[in-house]
Every structure is written in C-alpha cells, then in structure tokens.
C-alpha cells in the first residue's frame, strides 16, 4: 500500500549545526504537510506544500516539495534547543489511496546538544 | 490556538474495564480523526469521520469504537481494556475533506491499562 518513508529516524546535533529530514513516497503526493511534536506533545502543523518543486521559508526552516512530487525535505538551519522534537511529514496520494486521508511519515526524533 | 479539547489527559483503569475517551471541538470542522501513538513513535489512523453520522475505520485495526451524533463530538470508546492498548489516543480535526487541509490536534489522552 502507499508508503511514506522518512530517514533518519534520529539525528543528534550540537547546537548550531544545521539538521535535515527526508521524505520519500512510493507514489505521487498530491500535496506534503509537515508537523512538529515536542516531547511529551501533541503534532502542530508547520507548513503545507502543494506545488512541484515548491520551496517555503520559515525563519530558519526550509521546506521543499520534488519536482515529481514524490519527495520533501525539512532543513533547519543553526539549530537550537528549541528545535527538540519530532518532525513527522504526511502527505496525500494523488490517487485516491488511504481513502484520501495523509499518510504519515514514521518521523525524525531530533535532539540538540547545548 | 487550536480549539480541539480532550479528556481525560491521562487515565490509568485495570483490565476489563469499559473506557470513553472524549474529543471535542468548536471550529465547525466536519472531519474528525482518532490517531494511536506509542511514545515517540509514528501516528497510526484508528478512525475517522466525514460528518454526523459518518464512521470509518482507518488503516491500523482496533478493538476500540467511535460515535459521532453531534459535530463537536467525537468519543472513543473500549468495551473492555487491555494492557495492549496502553497508549497515546490523539484525536484531531481538519476544515478539508480531503487530506489537503491542516490537522488540528488535541493534546492526547495517555490511557495505561494494567
């Protein structure tokens, strides 16, 4: 079935380096939304792509959607001990499977060294 | 701020024991979504729901049951608790239909079943 993979699944930095995640699907995505979860939290909605090889900026995110629209990439740039969380990518197939409702990536567990 | 509402935070029950977990929301959001996740790990889809009335399974099995009489409300519920489903309940909404829309998210019911 469709399949959203995302690597690493941990990634420890000393703060100030920079951090990246990767999101890779089997198929087509109609669209990519990516989520932060600190510990102990609940996901909050970071940012939604929808174009192919879209790019958005949030202060020291990047995130960009694939030309084929199969792939997406979170980079965060310097990190701080405020970056601590999991980043989960989810995404829509653009043909109708899950029912239509994201399918979510398995995350990245990132933690930041002082 | 999300306008999406969970009780209880946190439930400890023995086995056997018949649970409700609530979910509520005033955003008029017609679809509703319940999440399982295992701490720090991916979130799986339980249930969902399109409207009043409308119920469906999502793509991880489970022996739990939801309801959805009114639009705010979306309880879950186990007949008879067991130790595995210890857990993180996560119940959520979206303004979409489709899987194109942010998801709002409560902050999680951890039930622990002993």
């Known amino acids: 079935g469709q399949q959203v993979m995302q690597i690493p699944q941990y990634q420890h930095v000393q703060e100030g380096e920079d951090f990246t995640t990767y999101c890779n699907s089997s198929t087509t995505l109609s669209n990519i939304q990516w989520y932060k979860q600190r510990p102990g939290g609940h996901p909050v909605f970071l940012i939604q792509l929808v174009k192919s090889g879209e790019v958005k900026k949030q202060k020291r995110l990047t995130f960009q959607f694939g030309e084929a629209k199969k792939n997406s990439s979170l980079h965060i740039t310097a990190t701080q001990t405020t970056d601590v969380g999991t980043y989960f990518c989810?995404?829509?197939?653009?043909?109708?499977?899950?029912?239509?409702?994201?399918?979510f990536g398995k995350g990245t567990k990132l933690s930041v060294k002082p | 701020e999300a306008d999406i509402y969970q009780t209880p935070r946190y439930l400890v029950i023995g086995t056997g024991k018949k649970i409700t977990l609530e979910c509520s929301q005033t955003?008029?959001?017609?679809?509703m979504y319940w999440y399982q996740q295992d701490p720090g790990m991916e979130l799986h889809l339980i249930h969902y729901s399109y409207g009043v009335n409308s119920t469906e399974k999502g793509d991880l099995s489970s022996e739990s049951t939801v309801s959805r009489i009114r639009t705010e409300h979306f309880p879950l519920t186990l007949e008879s608790a067991r130790p595995s489903h210890t857990s993180q309940y996560l119940c959520?909404?979206?303004?979409?239909?489709?899987?194109?829309?942010?998801?709002?998210f409560g902050e999680g019911s951890r039930l622990t079943v002993l």
């Open positions: 989810a995404g829509t197939s653009d043909y109708g499977g899950s029912q239509g409702n994201l399918i």
């Open positions: 955003m008029g959001h017609d679809k």
């Open positions: 959520a909404s979206s303004e979409s239909m489709s899987g194109a829309g942010e998801l709002f």
